[in-house]
T-cell receptor, first 114, second 114 residues
Framework: DSGVTQTPKHLITATGQRVTLRCSPR?????VYWYQQSLDQGLQFLIQ???????AKGNILERFSAQQFPDLHSELNLSSLELGDSALYFC?????????????FGQGTRLTVV | AQSVTQLGSHVSVSEGALVLLRCNYS??????LFWYVQYPNQGLQLLLK??????LVKGINGFEAEFKKSETSFHLTKPSAHMSDAAEYFC????????????FGTGTSLTVIP
């Protein structure tokens, strides 16, 4: 158990819909990262938050947004969903800003868009 | 900019044979390096990491990796493959100075042949 909790584990929704994925980081970790993993694209970095503020942005579509709340949990919002958005979405957390700490990954949310 | 290259998206070894998964990185500053393993339908789990100090790093499940600055490499090895080692392996690099984003390679799928 990594200590990172993601809900829901599975999500099936229709094209055009909007969903929210939730992540609770490990206790005390200030950084939260979101990744998308699909068969054809591999592991893609989406966005990072540190203590409530956006820290780095990767290949995140404009239809996607995220935020980190004062209690440090984070949500990833995916809207106007397309079939190609079907993927595993991972959240990871790490402590502090130092580079020598690893990221701890949740079990992921499997999103299926039909 | 930083990047990670994993040579070989698929590697097959016989049970009991040496496992060698290659990782080369580019970084303008001293990097922190990580190897993660992902079993089917699970999140990524840390195998080992290099931050400072000894360049030969030992991890879980008998894996080890050696940081070679002159070759910008961080190859993962295990002397004797076990069936349970079949998984996806990811190399990652992170800077400690200008930001703390993780950069992941595209992954190597390891198959162990009985």
């Amino acid at each position: 158990d990594s200590g990172v909790t993601q809900t829901p584990k599975h999500l099936i929704t229709a094209t055009g819909q909007r969903v929210t994925l939730r992540c609770s980081p490990r206790s005390g970790d200030l950084s939260v990262y979101w990744y998308q993993q699909s068969l054809d694209q591999g592991l893609q970095f989406l966005i990072q938050y540190y203590n409530g503020e956006e820290r780095a942005k990767g290949n995140i579509l404009e239809r996607f947004s995220a935020q980190q709340f004062p209690d440090l949990h984070s949500e990833l919002n995916l809207s106007s969903l397309e079939l190609g958005d079907s993927a595993l979405y991972f959240c990871a957390s790490s402590g502090g800003t130092g580079g020598n700490t690893e990221a701890f990954f949740g079990q992921g949310t499997r999103l299926t868009v039909v | 900019a930083q990047s990670v290259t994993q040579l070989g998206s698929h590697v097959s070894v016989s049970e009991g044979a040496l496992v060698l998964l290659r990782c080369n990185y580019s970084s303008s500053v001293p990097p922190y390096l990580f190897w993660y393993v992902q079993y089917p339908n699970q999140g990524l789990q840390l195998l080992l990491k290099y931050t400072t100090g000894a360049t030969l790093v030992k991890g879980i499940n008998g894996f080890e990796a050696e940081f070679k600055k002159s070759e910008t490499s961080f190859h993962l090895t295990k002397p004797s493959a076990h069936m349970s080692d079949a998984a996806e392996y990811f190399c990652a690099v992170r800077q400690g100075y200008t930001g703390n984003q993780f950069y992941f390679g595209t992954g190597t799928s390891l198959t162990v042949i009985p």
